[in-house]
RNA sequence: GCUGCAGUAGCUCAGUGGUAGAGCGCUUCUCUGAAAAAGAAGAGGUCGCCAGUCCGAUCCUGGCCUGCAGCA
């Protein structure tokens, strides 16, 4: 038994239902939520990215939606600072911390305590190293840090130049990751098969596309975040503005975007099957039984 | 019915006289301040069917079957 404060965290993939389960529980045990979602935060981008509604929110307060402008660059520290300070005003409150969201990073980065070397983006540095091929940032990398290069994926770009950018600010090789223990955790990841998760994937694109996720994009457009932006933000922004540039028709556009968002879900599953901690459910019965034990005892 | 073109991985197609590849899809995985991003690996094929030539045929020859286009 642990004296460290209490947070639930409900994982899962896109349209796993998340969002509505998160409500009902926080009604039931005086919760308040926070979202970890990387694309959720942004103002502005809410049918694109599901958003739930004030509607929909039922008067539970929601924290770490539509804090960030689509134009400005968030990162996961930022997220964590937030975070941890919204858990902390939820506890004072003597209330309970529902982290809710897909984005396996950001959950990890809050329950985990992740410290992360202190080196700031450098984008003109990252500019620079982007002109390098892959080969070279590797070799560099080997020079400026050799045991950060034996475990690195030498394939990956984005990886490198960040590795990079850490050697080379700080002239030594990248502390070892550390993790520290802030919050007695019950971790829940809801379950769902294959076929009913691609499903509810067609019925929600196709409810969006309704609801006007072609006008928020246009609208995006319109505010001066560019098509290269909007392609970066990955699926439903990065498809429809393509779509809108002529580049794919609607068909395609709506199949491929069934496609990756299937895609999408299948590398969030992965990345939460490694943390063991998850206790996988179905319903919300299962649910509510182990959060009674998690709370009481 | 005739003529032409095609038939190779789940799909779209490359290719070679010494039993085969790409892209996409599928499966699995990675993740140290971009994470809806960015990357990696793997499994799939008696190369339409039957015969012939050849040391050897997916590739050449003949026949058959199927699809598409044109002509009648």
Known sequence: ?????????IAGPTASGKSDLAVWLAKKIRGEIISADSRQVFKGMDIGTGKITKKEMQSIPHYLLDIASPKKRFTVTRFQKLANQAINSILKK???????????????????????????PDLSLRKQLEKQSAKQLFSLLKKKDAKRARIIDKDNKRRLIRALE???KTNNPIPELKKQNNFDILFLGI???KEELQKRIEKRLLKRLDQGMIKEVKKLKASGIS???LYDFGLEYRYLSLFLQNKITYQEMVSLLQKEIEKYAKRQITWFKKD??????????EMLSLVK?????
């Open 293 to 297: 034990n998690f709370i009481f005892f």
């Open 227 to 229: 098509y290269k932006k």
């Open 166 to 168: 850490i050697a080379i």
């Open 1 to 9: 038994m642990s004296n460290l404060p209490k947070v639930i965290v």
């Open 191 to 193: 379950k769902k098969d």
């Open 94 to 120: 003597n209330k309970i911390p529902i982290i809710c969201g897909g984005t396996g990073f950001y959950i990890q980065s809050v329950i985990d305590g992740l410290i992360f070397p202190q080196v700031k």
């Open 276 to 285: 063991k901690r998850i206790i996988w459910i179905k319903n919300k019965k």
